[in-house]
């Protein structure tokens, strides 16, 4: 039933605990073979096809480990969930490459962490915003970081957010977009149609009080799926 089957379709469908982009980025780097040659992620499936992946080993990064403080609300020897403060950012990158959440959590956790998708992203298997206050949950072992990639790939996982918003929303509501990488502003995001790029985004919210002018409104906001600055 998978003959014509794109081979990136076709994998993220079956190996859960793996993004498809990572999949994708396994078959460019010649890491998926079928029948015994490299193929392209737009490969067809062909009835007999053998498929053969090598995941590579997770390759260090200089993390440096700094003690910052953590508010930290629960920890055993699978998980962590920490309280992340607004202006905090979760893992080095490009401009922010000391300071950040994954930086505290190297120093608190020693060797306690588990690598994601074949580079060390210390025990991070969802992110929130730099400005973005709210739990996050951090695997402490590899089996911990599957199941909780697994659960959040199958929507398990319930988010909700607090969130004051300009002007009198309805009581209640939806709101169903498809975002996708802004097409001349490349580091913000935009409503896109999938045809271009935008992936669907669902949020819904209950307004739970305004100010008496109703210029100010405080929802509680739930994200459904996870696109960036959903």
Known sequence: DAVGKRIDKFLSENLRDFSRSYLQTLIQDGNVTVNGKNVKSNYKLNAGDIIAIHVPEGKEQEIAAEDIPLDILYEDEDIIVVNKPKGMVVHPAAGHTSGTLVNALMYHCKDHLSGINGELRPGIVHRLDKDTSGLLLVALTEPSRLALSAAFARREVRKEYLALVSGLPPERGECREALGRHPTAKIKMAVLPEAR????????????????????????????????HQ
């Open 197 to 228: 790029g935008g992936k669907p985004a669902h949020t819904a919210w209950t307004r739970l009080w305004h100010t008496p002018d109703k210029r100010v409104s405080l929802l509680a906001v739930r994200i459904h799926t996870g696109r960036t």
